[in-house]
T-cell receptor, first 111, second 113 residues
């Protein structure tokens, strides 16, 4: 089964609005990473949050991590049409190098 | 420019033929990974390698094979034993260990008919 599951599967918002997507995982982790994928392209790393961190910011991105609930959220503020993409969380169980990617959230930002 | 390349971008093969997908990186990364992505799905790990001449099976290794003879290269062969090979294949590299991000290539879309 998937280590990471994103929610919602799809999200459609207006430009300027905030977008929030969530990720749940099953085992203890060292860190959790978020990636972005434009249609038909490779993935691009957005942000990494370590297990001892609760919140991290990078530009318009805000990531939170709740290890007690085994969940993370990615917030994109003031969204732009160019943010339209699929967003994935990725985790590796502690002690392994096998990254597990969730099924992704497809974000559509309408201009 | 440093980066990770995959070739070709599109690949068409007849059923029953083996096919090799190329992945090259000049980022000096020790670790390399192969993933498969099906439409509307996440990535599933096929094989990974933390160091030259060593690799491990991922979650869906059946019907695939790899080699890691050089640090820069991690080719993936899709054999005729793979029951449903049509998919988007992504290669990635990183520094070894869990604390580093993965850098992805642009992917190869394989269609087998």
């Amino acid at each position: 089964s998937q280590q990471g599951e994103e929610d919602p599967q799809a999200l459609s918002i207006q430009e300027g609005e905030n977008a929030t997507m969530n990720c749940s995982y099953k085992t203890s982790i060292n860190n959790l990473q978020w990636y972005r994928q434009n249609s038909g392209r490779g993935l691009v790393h957005l942000i990494l949050i370590r297990s001892n961190e609760r919140e991290k910011h990078s530009g318009r991105l805000r990531v939170t991590l709740d290890t007690s609930k085994k969940s993370s959220s990615l917030l994109i503020t003031a969204s732009r049409a160019a943010d339209t993409a699929s967003y994935f969380c990725a985790t590796a169980a502690s002690g392994t190098y096998k990254y597990i990617f969730g099924t992704g959230t497809r974000l559509k930002v309408l201009a | 420019d440093g980066g990770i390349t995959q070739s070709p971008k599109y690949l068409f093969r007849k059923e029953g033929q083996n096919v090799t997908l190329s992945c090259e990186q000049n980022l000096n990364h020790d670790a390399m990974y192969w993933y498969r992505q099906d439409p509307g799905q996440g990535l599933r790990l096929i094989y990974y390698s933390q160091i030259v001449n060593d690799f491990q099976k991922g979650d869906i290794a059946e019907g695939y094979s790899v080699s890691r003879e050089k640090k820069e290269s991690f080719p993936l062969t899709v054999t005729s034993a793979q029951k449903n090979p049509t998919a988007f294949y992504l290669c990635a590299s990183s520094y070894p260990g869990q604390t580093y991000e993965q850098y992805f290539g642009p992917g190869t879309r394989l269609t087998v008919t």
